[in-house]
């Protein structure tokens, strides 16, 4: 099971909006809407910010918002703040029973 | 509050085993899959294992199967990954990870700290 094909890096300034693509195949993101996002801060476990393609746990702010078209989903941060700037990845449940990470992008803010 | 603490980790050598567990606590550990998840150092994240909640279900990637095997003790609200015939690639951070219910782990809703493994001779 290949990784997901993410960009290894993203930018913006404060304010702004950065989004960032997980690109998989019909085994994966186009099969299932089962795509999540995660946050990774240097040193600290992942966090899991998007589930089921758009869907956000409590706690975490609107301005993280996530989307699906075919094989391809996206995370969009609106609104950038300082504290955004962390490692994201995206995940998906695969066909016969796996799951497959995106190889992460690193979002720097500006 | 949903705790998840893993231990085990060490230096092991090539072909050698090592057992890692992964205490819960916080929730009731019997209605959740739980998975593994590792990360080489400075790597991306990379799934190994799930598990249903009640080990009628086992589930691995391609790169470990038939090498590891994934298991729990509902009684003792402890998840395990036994990892035999341990290469140099396996050397990662290893977290445990819960689902979001009994049968279903592809949302890793809570992590733990990690536990470290490396492999080298």
């Known amino acids: 099971q290949s990784a997901l094909t993410q960009p290894p890096s993203a930018s913006g300034s404060p304010g702004q909006s950065v989004t960032i693509s997980c690109t998989g195949t019909?085994?994966?993101?186009?099969?299932?809407?089962?795509v999540s996002w995660y946050q990774q801060h240097p040193g600290r476990a992942p966090k899991v910010i998007i589930y089921e393609v758009n869907k956000r746990p409590s706690g975490v702010p609107d301005r993280f918002s996530g989307s699906k078209s075919g094989n391809t989903a996206s995370l969009t941060v609106s609104g950038l703040q300082a504290e955004d700037e962390a490692d994201y990845y995206c995940?998906?449940?695969?066909?016969?029973?796996?799951?497959?990470f995106g190889s992460g992008t690193q979002v720097t803010v500006l | 509050e949903v705790q998840l603490l893993e231990s085990g980790g060490g230096l092991e050598q090539p072909g050698g085993s090592l057992r890692i567990s992964c205490a819960a606590s916080g929730f009731t550990f019997r209605s959740y899959a739980m998975s593994w998840v590792r990360q080489a150092p400075g790597k991306g994240l990379e799934w190994v294992s799930a598990?249903?909640?009640?080990?009628?279900?086992?589930y691995y990637a391609d790169s470990v199967k038939g090498r590891f095997t994934i298991s729990r003790d509902n009684s003792k609200n402890t998840l395990y990954l036994q990892m035999n015939s341990l290469r140099a690639e396996d050397t990662a951070l290893y977290y445990c990870?819960?689902?979001?219910?009994?049968?279903?782990?592809?949302?890793?809703?809570?992590w733990g700290q990690g536990t470290l493994v490396t492999v080298s001779s």
């Open positions: 990870a819960k689902g979001p219910y009994h049968d279903f782990w592809s949302i890793f809703y809570d």
């Open positions: 019909s085994s994966d993101i186009g099969a299932y809407n089962y």
């Open positions: 995940s998906s449940y695969a066909t016969s029973n796996r799951g497959v």
């Open positions: 598990i249903s909640g009640r080990s009628t279900g086992t």
